[in-house]
């Protein structure tokens, strides 16, 4: 090409581009009022047409352009020189530094190494400039992106976009139009960072991460309110705000799980400190958003639609980056990073944790489904176990992990136990929307970022707290100790209603259950992970398969679905081909569960999990039951029982995981359960099987260990479960007899009095321990009143006297006692009778006339006699104790001839047998302290 063929183009073409430069200048000076996006689309529109025209031109063309805009000399020749003898350009270069000086910016600089100030020596730093102030114009954005086929220029527009990158979340968050905006900075950025090579230069060259990161926290922190719980000093975002609302912060977090996923920008990010924690404050601004308050008298007059906005933010804000950057730290030579993230995370909870005053804040009536900071933590230590070989004790903090753990464990649990309340109608009064909020909770959508990584951190912090507290808070946090209790009349503060009650056991179990056989954390496979998800979809109803595709749980951040999908759908399902109804509709073709599904696949705990509406698990046991029936494999006319499946082994990292079913605790709740059920019949069937599945899971698990013996009262106190029990061997415990529970008689007025000053004396000595005071009287700060005949006012007379009383309070009085003289076994073969409604059903396993192979199809009394031939076998004495059992429940004209030879005998070898044991060889997997 001859060289002077493009002379007149290049000549002209800066003072073209002067012009437009010229005219958004001044057009800018005369109209601050209008609608910035109107002004650019009427009046320039011809001129952008004609630049476009030139640019169409072709490539020689274009590289004119670039030149143009790129040349430092040309701006400053055509700029900086006329203005000192051309008035005109005088007075436009003025419009320019006031349209600088007026354009908003942010306020607060977290990293005080950063600025965005731009020294403007070109046109593209100008244009890009009134891009961005006339909200990103459709033909000035497709104009520059034009040539972008040229790297220099590329790289040029690259740089000043980051320059102006804190400016466009201040134009996000005051546009009319954010939706559009959005798309059109989105629009631009993902053409710009999606080049590895480029997005990693502008982090270390022009503080790419830090611009991001400093543009969402300044958007978020204009939009803080003070935390719901008046002892918090915690600030998180307001869910009603604009910002939210229309999601405004989409293209910023869109923008940085883009880089997120070049692997050298992730790990320039997790090599800087001070990003790391930067990131970790933004996310705790998302900590306990949208606070509900479970109303108790009226109905709410107007119910918020904030929490979809409050889920979304969560979804897109604090889950994508989690993803990408966690698909990026998958191998052990990551392994520091991952160190790095969570040292941070635990870090920023900490201070969450001091902020809200954790251990007064939590409240029954209160429950926040966002938590972002625990999910960080526990979807990183997941990984990090699971794929870079670390254990939990060098993750975990080296000191007070035990405080760290029962801190962390408070707001999760509340969330589950905020669930089944929810479902079952205790939070009516707050609303629709409040049903929405747990749906979506569980939601396939989301319930990969949610309620998954809420389980894994539970079962985190159960294998290393103590075993009594931890399932003594579950049944306080679920209140189910009225319904446990052996008193004939409810106490009169009871905390539920008595048709909750229920309810509140059955999602209690199903929790434990939960809580002890899910294993999406604790070593599956991705393509484990993925078969069990569609064959939970396909067990509550057959569907097509953009179905199918749509409501497998996904990753969010995370495009596509799985590679193995389409393998591991022809492994579970068969395809019903479309057909023709009678009446001339096509029905689409349609997946069905395969037959072994139902006998091998099918989870009844893992629909529960996934089941947005209580009726899904309701509609697979009755698809589960037609195939059984039609398959002749249940014949019985009793209720088929869920085939609840035995999990797999245990990564040893998570090996006390178990420890809870082996404490004295949940076997008190066994013998609670089993009791009422045999003479109470105030047990439902769904508490009933879940409570023999557990019974069966702590037999199976039960390891060998010895095991302290201790001496056990006669009677034994209501509700104190651990001290039922010599010991915390399965095996032992369920041979021993309970022969009375003593029920203690109910506080009075001045027991709750002095609860209420107990409870405000430990709050003003933690207030004032937090605040440098050493002692603290609370009897000596209250004034009395010396003519009040109050019990209080008595107490508070005199700290010696106050601990005097706290004495003579905590010995009460025994109200009545409760003659049993049962065991567990006893009780299992007397709900076997019931169950099969024949006396002595259960048959030992002596007399039996051949072993049958275990099962998982059956009703009650199958399970249970499965689970008492399971005990027969694992423990000699266990067996004889069956036996005996079994020989007094006969009538007495069967079995005193018999019992008259034998009965010594008998005595002698069940005694013997026990004491041998129990002595040498006691089967569980942990000691619990």
């Given amino acids: ?140 954005v497709t104009l520059l992106l034009n040539m972008l086929t040229d790297n220099e220029y590329k790289e040029a527009f690259t740089r000043t976009f980051v320059q102006h990158y804190t400016r466009m979340s201040i134009a996000l968050a005051n546009s009319k139009q954010s939706d559009m905006l959005s798309n059109r900075i989105v629009h631009v950025s993902v053409q710009l960072f999606s080049s590895e090579v ?28 003070k935390d719901y719980e008046e002892c918090s ?33 992730t790990f320039c990010f997790l090599e800087d400190s001070t990003l790391v924690e930067m990131w970790f404050n933004l996310i705790s601004f998302f900590q306990g958003m949208n606070v509900n308050h479970r109303e108790m008298h009226y109905h709410v007059e107007y119910e918020s639609n904030t929490y979809y906005a409050a889920f979304s933010a969560e979804l897109e804000a604090c889950s994508s980056p989690l993803w990408v950057l966690g698909a990026q730290l998958k191998t052990p030579e990551t392994l520091h990073y991952t160190k790095i993230l969570l040292q941070k995370c635990l870090e920023a909870l900490q201070k969450w944790f001091n902020d809200i005053d954790v251990t007064n804040s939590a409240s029954a009536y209160n429950v926040s489904f966002h938590l972002p900071l625990h999910r960080w933590l526990a979807l990183f230590l997941s990984q990090a176990v699971q794929y870079q070989g670390a254990s939990l004790e060098d993750l975990l903090p080296t000191e007070g992990v035990q405080n760290v753990l029962w801190d962390m464990m408070v707001h999760p649990l509340q969330i589950q136990v905020s669930l089944y309340e929810i479902f079952c109608g ?16 569980v939601q396939c959508h989301f319930c990969n970022s949610f309620v998954d990584p809420d389980i894994y951190l539970l079962q985190v912090c ?53 809580l002890l056989t899910n294993r999406r954390h604790l070593g599956m496979t991705d393509a484990e992970v993925t078969r069990q998800e569609i064959v939970t979809l396909l067990v509550t109803r057959n569907r097509t398969h953009s179905h199918l595709m749509d409501q497998v749980p996904e990753k969010c951040g995370i495009t596509g679905q799985p590679n193995n999908f389409e393998d591991l759908l022809e492994d579970v399902a068969v395809y019903t081909a479309p057909n023709w109804e009678a009446g001339g509709e096509l029905l689409q073709g349609m997946y069905g569960p395969k037959p072994f599904v139902w006998e091998e696949l099918f989870d009844p705990l893992h629909v529960l999990l996934r089941a947005v509406h209580r009726r899904d ?161 609370v009897a000596g700060a209250i004034p009395i009143d010396c003519d009040s005949g109050s019990a209080l006012t008595a107490v508070c007379a005199s700290s010696s006297q106050h601990s005097h009383v706290r004495m003579e309070t905590d010995s009460m009085s025994v109200e009545e006692i409760v003659e049993m003289q049962e065991s567990i076994l006893s009780l299992l073969i007397k709900l076997h009778s019931k169950l099969s409604e024949a006396k002595c059903s259960y048959v030992p396993v002596s007399r039996q006339e051949c072993d049958e192979a275990e099962s998982r ?21 266990s067996a004889a104790c069956i036996e005996d059992i079994c020989n007094s429940m006969k ?39």
């Fill in 857 to 877: 199809v059956g009703d009650g009394p199958h399970f249970i006699g499965q689970l008492l031939n399971n005990i027969a076998r694992l423990s000699t004495a």
């Fill in 891 to 929: 009538p007495k004209t069967e079995t005193s001839a018999k019992n008259g030879t034998d009965k010594e005998e008998r005595r002698k070898k069940i005694q013997g047998v026990a004491e041998e044991t129990d002595g040498r060889v006691c089967r569980k997997t942990e000691e619990v302290s």
């Fill in 426 to 441: 205790m939070w009516v009064r707050n609303g629709l929307q409040i049903k929405g909020q747990a749906m979506t909770y």
């Fill in 462 to 514: 159960s294998c290393y707290l103590e075993t009594e507290r931890f399932m003594h808070l579950l049944l306080e946090g679920f209140h189910v100790l009225d319904l446990l209790s052996f008193r004939k009349e409810r106490r009169k503060t009871a905390f539920l209603e008595k048709e909750k009650d229920m309810p509140l056991l059955e999602g209690m179990l199903i929790f434990i259950a939960q």
């Fill in 198 to 225: 480029l997005a990693y230069n502008m982090a270390k060259e022009s503080q790419l991460l830090t611009a991001m990161l400093v543009s969402l926290i300044n958007m978020i922190m204009n939009i803080l309110v």
């Fill in 233 to 265: 000093i915690h600030r998180t975002v307001n869910c009603a705000e604009k910002v939210m609302k229309e999601h405004c912060y989409w293209p910023l977090v869109s923008d940085l799980i883009n880089v997120f996923s070049h692997r050298a920008v």
């Fill in 617 to 777: 698990f309701q509609a697979s046991m009755n698809r589960y039951n037609q195939y059984l029936q039609q398959s002749g494999k249940f014949a019985s006319r009793r209720t088929v029982w869920p085939p609840f499946r035995i999990p797999d082994t245990l990564l040893p990292p998570y090996h006390n995981l178990y420890n809870i079913l082996h404490s004295k605790t949940m076997h008190g709740l066994f013998f609670t359960i089993l009791y009422k059920a045999v003479h109470e019949h105030s047990v439902s069937d769904q508490a009933t099987y879940i409570c023999i599945f557990l019974l069966e899971l702590s037999v199976k698990t039960a390891g060998s260990k010895l095991h302290e013996q201790m001496t056990v009262v006669h009677r034994v106190p209501d509700l104190r479960y651990k001290v039922w029990f010599p010991s915390s061997c399965i095996f032992t415990n369920i041979r021993h007899t309970v022969r009375g529970v003593s029920i203690p008689a109910e506080p009075t007025e001045f027991d709750r009095e002095m609860a209420m000053l107990d409870k405000i004396e430990r709050r003003a000595k933690h207030f004032l321990a937090a605040h440098g005071a050493r002692d603290y009287n």
């Fill in 1 to 140: 090409m001859p060289e002077d063929l493009l002379g007149v183009a290049e000549a002209m073409m800066p003072r073209i581009i002067l012009r437009l430069v010229q005219y958004l200048r001044a057009y800018n000076a005369t109209t601050e009022n209008q609608e910035p996006d109107l002004v650019a689309k009427k009046e320039v529109e011809t001129y952008l047409s004609f630049l476009h025209g030139l640019s169409d031109m072709g490539a020689a063309m274009r590289k004119v352009f670039t030149q143009t805009l790129t040349n430092p000399t040309a701006y400053y020749k055509l700029t900086e020189e006329r203005q000192q003898h051309d008035a005109y350009m005088k007075e436009s270069q003025a419009q320019f530094i006031s349209a600088r000086e007026n354009m908003p910016k942010p306020t607060l600089y977290i990293d005080p190494t950063f600025t965005d100030f731009v020294e403007y020596k070109t046109f593209l730093q100008e244009l890009t400039f009134w891009t961005v102030k006339y909200e990103f114009p459709q033909m000035t």
